[in-house]
């Protein structure tokens, strides 16, 4: 999760790390590579990612596992600011 300070400012928001992010800044081979690790393949995590595809709580969370914790429970269920 990136943590953000407002300029001049206390005040702290957090951004979840969704599907499409994740997607967006890290390569083919590392998304696939995060599919294999929690059990799907590249073509099922790519409709997850960049086409707002539904999976299993299940799922989501093996992929929160596979990314090192990189991709949030948040992120893949709920969806971001794309999401909206």
Aim: glycine share 8%; with cysteine; hydrophobic share 45%.
């Amino acid at each position: 999760m990136k943590y953000y300070y407002i300029e001049n400012s206390k005040l702290l928001f957090e951004v979840a790390m969704t599907p499409r992010r994740f997607w967006e800044s890290h390569t083919i081979a590392e998304c696939q590579a995060v599919a294999e690790r929690a059990g799907t393949n590249l073509a099922n995590f790519r409709h997850i990612a960049l086409y707002n595809g539904s999976c299993s709580a299940q799922l989501a969370r093996r992929l929160v596992e596979a990314s090192g914790n990189v991709l949030t429970l948040e992120g893949i269920l709920f969806g971001g600011a794309e999401a909206a």
